[in-house]
């Protein structure tokens, strides 16, 4: 279940970003692209990466869980994802650079942890052949 927690807030936080980029387009008045906007081409970016990064991210949480690994290691995991698409978000959408580069980088850590920890199960288990 707690892969399904993080699946749940990740929704959340993709529904958000959704939203900004339909109140820019309301308030700007631009039904397609980004209309050479800055800030709807942020807010674009911020959604387009989150839906980049997340399925990926919750899909090696899931397995992970599945195979057994440790609750502390799933909840790093879940709230490294989370912090980090937020940093990227906030960086994107309030143009910080800072932000965006620490969220990526956060995002990016996480993505590799799982895929090693999901990895490192595999050949386990491939090993005892079973």
């Known amino acids: 279940m707690i892969s399904s927690f993080y699946a749940a807030l990740a929704t959340l936080l993709l529904v958000w970003l959704i939203w900004q980029v339909v109140r820019l387009r309301r308030a700007k008045k631009i039904r397609l ?3 050479g906007d800055p800030d ?3 807010a674009i970016r ?3 990466n989150a839906v980049e990064t997340i399925p990926l991210s919750l899909l090696l949480l899931g ?3 599945l195979s057994g690994a440790p ?3 799933l909840h790093a995991g879940g709230i ?7 940093l990227h978000a ?3 959408l309030r143009e910080s650079l800072r932000s965006r580069v620490w969220g990526m980088q956060l995002t990016v850590y996480v993505l590799i942890a799982l895929a090693l920890v999901n990895l490192g199960v ?3 288990h491939g090993l005892k052949g079973g």
């Open 80 to 86: 490294g994802l989370l912090a980090g698409r937020v």
């Open 46 to 48: 911020a959604h387009g």
């Open 71 to 73: 609750a502390a290691l």
């Open 40 to 42: 709807l081409r942020n």
């Open 33 to 35: 692209g980004d209309g």
């Open 63 to 65: 397995l992970a869980e």
């Open 90 to 92: 906030r960086g994107l």
């Open 122 to 124: 595999a050949l386990l």
